[in-house]
């Protein structure tokens, strides 16, 4: 059903978390499987797409067909993901973390007794989905983000989209009862300037492959 549909395409897909190393030995990181995105990239480069997967560390295998970059911070994933430009798409499913320390201590912290814990200075990451989706040479034709909420899911997918300045929005629910966090199974809604479709819940798997099925429609043919 994929053959075929993004022939002569590129993408790039974002996945996974970044980690944000505090000292060599501790990072903060956003909770993270990398599936939903990891199956994106394997179904578009079954409908026929050269894909850049841009991945941060996940305990899941590189998906076959598909050239893999291997990053750790938000920083690295930027920059993977602007070397891999020009695209017709990009579908940033990434969880970047939004902070990092300030600094990057060369040294293990130590717990020093009696002087209580150590503070966290955070400056904020570059945000990948809006820095390509702003860019004003070699903007992709088509730029998907996500939005993972735990609550007013559509409003706050609207809102995204706005300041973003992406296309698509694959908004989904991920509230701790829902079990998307690492599991099998999804629910999403796509939110676009013009309205709202909404998907019954099904596997990951079966997401990337309509999402990918979509995102080509909404592309319509080869060099059009
Ligand atoms: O703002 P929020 O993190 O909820 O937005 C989620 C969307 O933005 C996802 O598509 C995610 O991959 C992307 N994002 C990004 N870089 C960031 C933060 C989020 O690409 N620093």
């Not at 017709?88 to 293990?108: N, T």
């Not at 559509?154 to 009862?177: F, T, W, Y």
């Not at 676009?192 to 998907?199: D, I, K, N």
Request: hydrophobic share 45%; with cysteine.
């Amino acid at each position: 059903r994929l053959k075929g549909l993004l022939q002569g395409r590129r993408v790039v897909v974002t996945s996974g978390p970044t980690h944000e190393p505090i000292d060599p030995v501790r990072y903060l990181a956003n909770r993270s499987s990398g599936r939903q995105g990891h199956a994106i990239a394997a179904a578009a480069a079954r409908a026929g797409a050269a894909v850049t997967l841009v991945s941060g560390p996940v305990a899941i295998p590189d998906p076959a067909g598909v050239r893999t970059i291997h990053v750790e911070t938000a920083r690295q994933m930027l920059d993977a993901v602007e070397g891999a430009l020009p695209a017709d798409i990009a579908i940033c499913a990434a969880a970047v973390a939004d902070w990092r320390p300030v600094a990057e201590g060369e040294q293990k912290l130590k717990k020093q007794p009696g002087a209580g814990a150590p503070a966290l200075d955070l400056v904020e990451n570059p945000d990948i989905l809006a820095t390509i989706s702003k860019l004003a040479k070699h903007r992709p034709g088509l730029v998907v983000g996500f939005a993972a909420e735990t609550e007013n899911l559509i409003e706050h997918a609207r809102a995204k989209l706005q300041r973003k300045g992406c296309d698509l929005i694959v908004a989904n629910d991920v509230s701790p009862s829902g079990g998307v966090m690492g599991g099998a199974r999804n629910t999403v809604h796509l939110v676009t300037a013009s309205g709202v479709e909404s998907w019954e819940e099904t596997t990951k798997e079966e997401v990337a492959r309509r999402l990918v099925a979509h995102v080509a429609g909404l592309l319509g043919e080869p060099g059009a």
